[in-house]
């Protein structure tokens, strides 16, 4: 059987530049991007529910698994009409199967935490992003211990090792891009000859 969708997962702790590498895919190769954050935001505009910190992300994704069913969200990225499909930020591997069911890739984004630190500094989003690298680290461990609902813990570490790819995010944007076109060129070729 043959997948008609190609769906790449961004696998990667906060701070690897996932977000940056899922705008170079939108605009290099037409991927269709999909953040499990942006679903977020638009049920609790819808709800009237504030998202004030992290915390706030997770509580009201277990809302919505618990009012729609646990692959709401996954519903909505699968049922989208483009042929090539970037989910930014996966942390589930319960979400990861059903992706790589349909289809799915994931590369994961290998970087030091001192280094993620420095690279969210320059980021305005102060609610996802501590000013200093002790809270940083313990919004990670916090992020670590969430479970959204049932068999849906946050497993990014486990994520990491069953990645079909990985990459190096340490370095500059660029450097990072570059693998990342490597991987998704090589994909696009097998995707092509498999629909053939």
Not at 154 to 172: P, V
Request: glycine share 6%.
């Amino acid at each position: 059987m043959t997948m008609s969708k190609l769906i790449i997962s961004l696998v990667g702790r906060p701070g690897t530049g996932k977000s940056s590498v899922a705008k170079h895919l939108e605009e290099k190769y037409g991927f269709t991007p999909f953040t499990f954050s942006t679903i977020i935001r638009e049920y609790a505009a819808k709800n009237g529910i504030e998202l004030t910190k992290r915390a706030d992300y997770a509580a009201t994704h277990a809302k919505m698994i618990a009012e729609h069913g646990w692959d709401y969200t996954l519903r909505i990225a699968l049922s989208l009409s483009a042929k090539r499909i970037c989910v930014d930020d996966l942390r589930s591997p319960k979400y990861a199967e059903v992706l790589r069911a349909a289809g799915g890739h994931e590369i994961a984004f290998d970087c030091p935490a001192e280094v993620r630190f420095a690279h969210v500094q320059e980021h305005g989003d102060k609610v996802k992003y501590p000013a200093t690298f002790d809270e940083f680290m313990q919004a990670e461990h916090e992020d670590d211990a969430t479970v959204i609902g049932p068999g849906l813990k946050f497993e990014i570490d486990e994520l990491m090792k069953l990645a079909d790819y990985h990459a190096d995010a340490s370095g500059s944007l660029e450097h990072t891009f570059e693998q990342v076109d490597v991987i998704v060129e090589a994909l696009l070729n097998e995707h092509r000859k498999a629909v053939d």
